[in-house]
C-alpha cells in the first residue's frame, strides 16, 4: 500500500495477469485520483474517483474508494508491457487547493 | 499530446550557482504547480499558483522563487543550488485548484555537483 511506508512498493507481474494497487490516506478528501508516470515522462492521470462513489471503471482500469477506511485501489485487468510504470494515488486536503501524492507504486509487467 | 512544456530537460551545474526553469501550458488552464520528485519517486508539492497569484507555498528553502508572468507561465528559480536540489523539477497546471485533474510536464532533471 502508498502512504506509511517509507520505500516505493514494486510489483513484477506477468502480462496478462490482473493487479491491484492500495492507497490509504490520512485526511478528509472529496476525491481521490490514481496517476500514472512511464518513465522519463510526467504523471497522467488514469482515473478520478469522488467521495460520492464506490467505484468506478475506465477501459482495463477498476477504481474503488471506501471513505470509512480511508483506502482506495486500483485494478489493471489483463495488463500489458506497456502497464509498466509507477503508480501513485492523490487525496485532496481540506482546503482543496492541493494534491497530496502516495509513494507509489512500481510496477514491471513483463512481456 | 503534450500541452505542459518545460524546459530545459536536463541540467547540470555547480554548488552555489543559481538555475532557473521554465514552465508553460497551452490548456487555458487558471492554476500551475511546481513539483519535487526524488530519487525514490517521492512527488511533493513546493507551490501553486493561480491567476498569477501564489496560493500554496510549502515548506521550501528560500533559495527557491516561482515567478509568474501571466497564467500561462510559472517558472522557478534557485538561486544558490545545493547538492541536495538534485532531482526532477515537474510542472502541472489544472483548470481550476487543488482537487482538479492535474496535467504534467516532462519534467526537469537537475544535476548538482
Known amino acids: 500500500s502508498q502512504w506509511g511506508e517509507e520505500n516505493l512498493q514494486a510489483l513484477s507481474i506477468q502480462e496478462g495477469e490482473d493487479v491491484t494497487m492500495n492507497c490509504s490516506y490520512k485526511t478528509y478528501t472529496t476525491v481521490v485520483q490514481w496517476y500514472r508516470q512511464k518513465s522519463g515522462k510526467g504523471p497522467a492521470q488514469l482515473i478520478l474517483?469522488?467521495?460520492?462513489?464506490r467505484e468506478k471503471r475506465s477501459g482495463r482500469l477498476r477504481a474503488t474508494l471506501d471513505t470509512s477506511s480511508q483506502s482506495s485501489s486500483l485494478s489493471i485487468t489483463g495488463t500489458l508491457a506497456t502497464d509498466t510504470a509507477v503508480y501513485f494515488c492523490?487525496?485532496?486536503?481540506?482546503?482543496?487547493?492541493?494534491?497530496?501524492f502516495g509513494i507509489g507504486t512500481r510496477v514491471l509487467v513483463r512481456p | 499530446e503534450t500541452a505542459v512544456f518545460q524546459t530545459p530537460n536536463y541540467h547540470v551545474t555547480q554548488v552555489g550557482n543559481e538555475v532557473s526553469f521554465n514552465c508553460k501550458q497551452t490548456l487555458g488552464h487558471d492554476t500551475m504547480y511546481w513539483y519535487k520528485q526524488d530519487s525514490k519517486k517521492l512527488l511533493k508539492i513546493m507551490f501553486s499558483?493561480?491567476?498569477?497569484?501564489?496560493?500554496v507555498n510549502e515548506t521550501v528553502p528560500r533559495r527557491f522563487s516561482p515567478q509568474s508572468s501571466d497564467k500561462a507561465h510559472l517558472n522557478l528559480r534557485i538561486k544558490s543550488v545545493e547538492p541536495e536540489d538534485s532531482a526532477v523539477y515537474l510542472c502541472a497546471s489544472s483548470h481550476w485548484g487543488g482537487e482538479d485533474t492535474q496535467y504534467f510536464g516532462p519534467g526537469t532533471r537537475l544535476l548538482v555537483l
Open positions: 499558483y493561480n491567476n498569477k497569484q501564489l496560493i
Open positions: 492523490a487525496t485532496g486536503n481540506s482546503a482543496g487547493n492541493k494534491l497530496t
Open positions: 474517483i469522488r467521495s460520492n462513489e
